[in-house]
């Protein structure tokens, strides 16, 4: 089995910063991607920012400039730079692991972690 760690989540002022980081440990063959969500009540989990195995990134428009995802492949460990953090910033971050099957039959599995809120407020 495959367990996702999540930290770094907290309460800061707009403009503010944090780091969020994500440990993947377990059953791990071949990582395909690694991704920040978020998600608000009442509202769909949105993507926030991704990187590939082969460090490819792509980030929801809302953060560009201001978000950074990056990935210690030694470590299994995906990291969220958040930078100039805006109220409509706050929600509860989600990783998410997506594998490549060890059997080798092309199927991908997913994985989320546990979530941790990101509040920015003054």
């Known amino acids: 089995q495959v367990q996702l760690v999540e930290s770094g989540g907290g309460l800061v002022q707009p403009g503010g910063s944090l780091r969020l980081s994500c440990a993947a440990s377990g059953n791990i063959f071949s990582i395909n991607a690694m991704g920040w969500y978020r998600q608000t009540p009442g509202k769909e989990r949105e993507l926030v920012a991704a990187?590939?195995?082969?460090?490819?990134?792509a980030y929801r428009d809302s953060v560009k400039g201001r978000f950074t995802i990056s990935r210690d492949n030694a470590k299994n460990t995906v990291y969220l730079q958040m930078n100039s953090l805006k109220p409509e910033d706050t929600a509860v971050y989600y990783c998410?692991?997506?594998?490549?099957?060890?059997?080798?039959?092309?199927?991908?599995?997913?994985?989320w972690g546990q979530g941790t809120q990101v509040t920015v407020s003054s």
């Open positions: 990187v590939t195995n082969e460090g490819s990134t």
């Open positions: 998410k692991l997506i594998l490549r099957s060890r059997s080798g039959d092309g199927n991908l599995l997913y994985y």
